[in-house]
């Protein structure tokens, strides 16, 4: 009797014991599966302060500042009397890179762009009496800008998404468009490029991002060098 007794309370114990195991178990899966959706949410959240892209923007917009010469007839004018056009205008793409920085948790980023971006065309020069070209000469226009820039994020929660606009404002060095006596020589004169709307994507720390904006470099108002180009542009990058 007394076996029959210790055998059934050691039955129960195991039994007990048994069940008081299955509910560790459960509650340590339940603390385990927590912890993969808290690290996957806080991994798919992670925060890059630095970004580093290149890109390319299209140039051919500065037809519009930098048009060619519409073609007059000269065979009526006097002999003795030159007359010059610009024919020919082909545009070389913007290429830049670009770096930003990002405080966390702000909206507002900071960082610096190198642009380089040039043209060139034909000088076409006319004698009076006739409309054959008497002089025909290869010319460029060569720009180099760095600018410093500030940029606003539209969107509060930016986890792959971001959508942007920036102001970029420098000094651009310009050679080939200038002559004094010496011939050819190098100017110095103010850059900036509005960034009017900017749209990036990334995948961890890759990042691609298409913007719509403008670019202007000029030394004053009779020496432009680039105005209303890189309106469209690509660049790719990455963030760190």
């Known amino acids: 009797m007394k076996l029959k007794t210790f055998i059934a309370s050691i039955t129960v114990l195991l039994g007990c014991l048994t069940a008081n195991a299955q509910t560790d178990s459960t509650v340590t899966k339940i603390i385990e599966e927590n912890h993969m959706v808290i690290e996957s949410k806080t991994k798919s959240q ?26 007059r007839s000269y065979a009526a004018l006097p002999s003795d ?51 054959t070209p008497d002089r025909v000469e290869h010319q460029h226009c060569i720009n180099f800008a760095l600018m410093g820039h500030i940029r606003y994020r539209w969107n509060k929660n930016a986890d792959r998404w ?61 020496n432009v060098y680039s105005a209303l180009s890189k309106l469209v542009t690509f660049s790719a990058g990455y963030r760190f």
Do not use: C, M
């Open 81 to 131: 009397v030159s007359f010059l056009e610009e024919h020919n205008h082909r545009y070389l793409p913007h290429l830049f890179a670009e770096y930003n920085w990002t405080p966390k948790g702000s909206r507002w980023g900071y960082g610096a762009l190198a642009d380089f971006f040039a043209f060139d065309w034909d000088d076409v020069t006319y004698k009076g009496g006739s409309d």
């Open 162 to 222: 971001q959508v942007y606009s920036a102001l970029h404002v420098g000094f651009d060095i310009n050679t080939g468009s200038e002559t004094d006596i010496y011939g050819r020589k190098t100017e110095v004169g103010l850059a900036f490029a509005p960034t009017v709307l900017g749209i990036s994507r990334s995948w961890g720390h890759f990042v691609v991002a298409l913007e719509t904006g403008a670019h202007f470099a000029l030394k004053d108002s009779g």
């Open 46 to 71: 992670d925060f890059y302060h630095h970004e580093i892209r290149l890109g390319i923007g299209e140039g051919f917009s500065d037809r519009v500042a930098f048009p060619d010469t519409p073609h």
